[in-house]
């Protein structure tokens, strides 16, 4: 089972470079999520799509933008990168369980950034 | 003041020993609760989603305290690959899950 998964794993980006960062899911779930982990901040929200074709804005969206391709997938977009968008980043699915209670998060292994 | 608050730690026992993490949520409206734990570098992984009734997995169980919007998770008998850095997590009505900042456990030999 490939779960989430996400790439690239690692990148090194210049000061005002732009890129993408894929994330795919194959569990068939509505919702997916990028979070950012920085040390001594736990994970903040960056954006989320609560289901295809729909997307929203989380707790640290700006410098970032997102596309919900389909269903499976969720891409990260930086446009202009900077050193303060250094970090590790989370790429999450969940979905509605049973009673209508939402499973668990399930996470991509990550990427982890430098911006120099 | 952060929507879920844990214990700062790290926390810092000898195997075998009985250690409680304490979380603490703001947001009275939230719907689901979860302790995943995280390794160095890695992704978090689902330790055990907590329920009203409080649940118990091994050597792992959670408590939800709804009225006074608190979580705790008690790992007896310690072992040294319970290492690892616990998060306290919720998950609100607008589908949004939300992180605590984590407590670090370290078990020594």
């Known amino acids: 089972n490939a779960g989430v998964t996400q790439t690239p794993k690692f990148q090194v980006l210049k000061t005002g470079q732009s890129m993408t960062l894929q994330c795919a899911q194959d569990?068939?779930?509505?919702?997916m999520y990028w979070y950012r982990q920085d040390p001594g901040m736990g994970l903040r929200l960056i954006y989320y799509?609560?289901?295809?074709?729909?997307?929203d804005k989380g707790e640290v969206p700006n410098g970032y933008n997102v596309s919900r391709l389909n269903k499976r997938e969720f891409s990260l977009r930086l446009e202009s990168a900077a050193p303060s968008q250094t970090s590790v980043y989370f790429c999450?699915?969940?979905?509605?369980?049973?009673?209508?209670?939402?499973?668990?998060?399930?996470f991509g292994q990550g990427t982890r950034l430098t911006v120099v | 003041r952060k929507e879920v608050e844990q214990d700062p730690g790290p926390f810092n026992v000898p195997e075998g020993a009985t250690v409680a993490f304490n979380c603490t949520y703001s947001?009275?409206?939230?719907?689901?609760f979860f302790w995943y734990r995280q390794d160095c570098r890695k992704e978090p992984k689902l330790l055990m989603s907590v329920y009203s009734s409080g649940n118990e997995d091994g050597r792992f169980t959670a408590q939800l305290n709804r009225a006074s919007q608190y979580i705790s998770l008690l790992i007896r008998d310690s072992k040294l690959s319970d290492s690892a850095t616990y998060l306290c997590v919720v998950l609100n009505y607008g589908q949004n899950f939300v992180f605590g900042p984590g407590t670090r456990l370290s078990v020594l030999p």
């Open positions: 999450a699915s969940s979905n509605v369980g049973t009673g209508g209670l939402w499973t668990e998060a399930f």
């Open positions: 799509s609560a289901s295809e074709g729909t997307t």
């Open positions: 569990m068939n779930h509505n919702s």
């Open positions: 947001n009275s409206a939230s719907q689901s």
